[in-house]
Nanobody
């Protein structure tokens, strides 16, 4: 079983930055995937970014490309999401998730059902 704990959320003004962290009980060098999702009130949970733990190409939702960067530190069992140029539309609960199964499509298909393990979430609020 994988346990995930997010941190780094908070309130920020438009144009500001935040860095989210996700500490995992295990973080393997083998082929599996770590991702960030977010959910705003009244909306479905949506994929934000995904990265293979073996160093493959990451995936970003169109809405965050050029502004968010996903990264990882395998030695520290930690996943990060650097968020720059934040907008009010980025306001949501952000969740870390882990997919333990090797996928032929890598991070190209990002849906909630493939991720078996989830953190409790950290709130990000962007407002003036």
């Amino acid at each position: 079983q994988v346990q995930l704990v997010e941190s780094g959320g908070g309130s920020v003004r438009p144009g500001g930055s935040l860095r989210l962290s996700c500490a995992a009980s295990t973080y393997s060098d083998s082929k599996h995937y770590m991702a960030w999702f977010r959910q705003a009130p009244g909306k479905e949970r949506e994929g934000v970014a995904c990265i293979p733990t073996d160093g493959g190409s990451p995936f970003y939702a169109d809405s965050v490309k050029g502004r968010f960067t996903i990264s990882q530190d395998n030695a520290k069992n930690t996943l990060y999401l650097q968020m720059d140029s934040l907008k009010p539309e980025d306001t949501a609960m952000y969740y870390c998730a882990a997919d333990p199964v090797v996928r032929s499509y890598g991070c190209r298909v990002l849906r909630t059902s493939r991720f078996y393990y989830w953190g409790q979430g950290t709130q990000v609020t962007v407002s003036s």
